[in-house]
């Protein structure tokens, strides 16, 4: 079996203060913006400096991000109200552009707004697939499922998969023939899987297998891949809590313990060699035996 962890490494602190990490992004210049959705903010931790500061402190509720090809970051925002904010979060996702300017890339669905896009991925082609689940209150929910969609690159917003009971982290292998989706159902006997669907000769997705299984335990959240197209996946809680290592065939590869639930991870570091794992109030590091996989790498 691969080794995966630098000789002596362990997971390191680098950060803390936040109510709930999530959606690290890791940049070209080596800095990893990682979200708290519920107080509206995104952070940017340098790596050169291990300084951590607000990047914006009206991010639309960020939740999952990832850098494009470009090198713009793409946003997924929640949908539900805060007591910080009544308005609620942007039910959007959305890029930032070079010169400042923030464009809406999709926020409703056949005239419905959307639940609250929790993650996101790229293919190939450049064409972003998003999660749309919605935790918490409800009861202002206008679609009639929590979905998959894929944003072309004309813009055009399509709902590709809607099997699934909460869908949140999400990715697609290098080849755009399988997605990777979490199932996180938080109520009881819900959900909690991580599942692979492949692409049929028509387009469509269709379930291949699952991956992993948490059963009654507290589920999975968001992902990366190395460039084996091994898939770190978080959750857990307790002692399970921490990134799970799984081929994207699902076997276990390995664990990595957090010492607070984890959230999201991601691969950074001038050799892409760093695993930073966003979990509750802090973000960690850990050094790694492999690289990581990132649409602009």
Known sequence: MKEFFAHGSEVEKVFTGAIFCEGPASDRQGNVLFSDC?????????????????????SGHANGMNFDAQGRLVVCCDGKNYPSNPKGGAHA????????????????????????????CFDSEGRIYFTDPRYGDTSDLEQDKMAVYRIDLDGTLSRVIEDLETPNGILISRDNKSLFIVDHNPEPGGARQLVKYKVTSNGSWVKDKVLLDFGAGYGMDGMVLDEE???????????SAGVHIV?????????????????????SGANLDYLYICATSSLYRIKMNVKG?????
């Open 38 to 58: 519920s107080e509206n903010i995104i952070y940017i931790f340098n790596e050169s400096t291990l300084e951590t500061s607000v990047w914006t402190h009206d």
């Open 93 to 120: 996702v959305r890029r930032y552009e070079k010169n400042g300017s923030i464009t809406t890339l999709a926020d409703s669905f056949d005239g419905k707004k959307l639940n609250g896009p929790n993650d996101l």
């Open 229 to 239: 197209e091994n898939i770190y996946v978080t959750g857990g809680s307790g002692t």
């Open 247 to 267: 081929s994207s065939e699902g076997d276990l590869r390995g664990f990595i313990p957090t010492p607070e639930i984890p959230g999201n991870c991601t691969f």
């Open 293 to 297: 996989l990132l649409t602009w790498s």
